[in-house]
């Protein structure tokens, strides 16, 4: 009994293993939307960044992980220049928090009550979260992951965005092909053909959502004034 529940932890764990590899290897097309505006942002001046903490559905580990994340990418490329939401509120350099969507009468309050002169915010999003990481078959119907992130940033002199980057992706399952929709002959010429309906290894909408939003800080990177 001990060897049989040996030999089947081992079988999940190169299952596991495999499934890693399998999706490492994977490439899943972003979609990336700027909506008219520059991929460059200027970190060539003496200029102070507000590092908002990002609207997400993450978990509360990776949710902390990623604001240190884009806080530390905006700092490094700024010089040191980039202070964080919470930080800003602890030294009392802010009165209240700040909006994804923050409206006129907010960024002029930024703007007559503290020295910063930029704002960046963090939006991410999980559409769909329909299939799991591992599918032994197909679904019975249609499904789904797809998730977003989106980092844009404000000019708190002039009131206005300059910078926006939404990246989005997805992974899909057909349905499952069964009789009588499909007739006894076609799924016998699948089977011929070698067509195995499983394992299925997919990225989750949390791991889409994570990706898209590590490609916007490597553009962010990339693209950067120094």
Not at 15 to 22: G, N, P
Not at 53 to 81: A, Y
Not at 130 to 152: D, G, W
Request: glycine share 2%.
């Amino acid at each position: 009994m001990e060897h049989f529940k040996l030999l089947k932890s081992l079988k999940i764990k190169h299952l596991l293993i495999l499934a890693v590899v399998l999706l490492q290897s994977c490439i899943v097309p972003v979609k990336r939307d700027y909506q008219g505006l520059s991929k460059a942002l200027p970190f060539n001046q003496e200029k102070k960044w507000l590092i908002n903490n990002m609207f997400t559905d993450f978990g509360s580990d990776q949710r902390e992980k990623n604001n240190k994340k884009i806080f530390e990418t905006f700092n490094e490329l700024s010089k040191g220049k980039a202070v964080s939401m919470d930080d800003a509120r602890n030294q009392n350099l802010l009165a209240s928090r700040v909006s994804f969507s923050p409206s006129l009468e907010e960024l002029e309050s930024l703007k007559n009550n503290s020295d910063f002169d930029y704002l960046v915010n963090t939006y991410t999003e999980k559409v769909h979260d329909q299939i799991s990481s591992l599918e032994l078959s197909s679904p019975l119907e249609y499904s789904k992951n797809e998730a977003f992130a989106t980092i844009e940033v404000y000019d708190l002199k002039t009131l206005k965005r300059i910078y926006y980057q939404k990246a989005s992706s997805e992974t899909s399952m057909e349905k499952k092909k069964t009789y009588p929709e499909y007739s006894a002959e076609e799924l016998y010429f699948d089977k011929e053909k070698g067509k195995k309906d499983g394992p299925h290894f997919n990225f989750s909408a949390n791991q889409l959502a994570q990706k898209n939003l590590n490609k916007i800080l490597k553009d962010i990177e990339k693209n950067a004034i120094k």
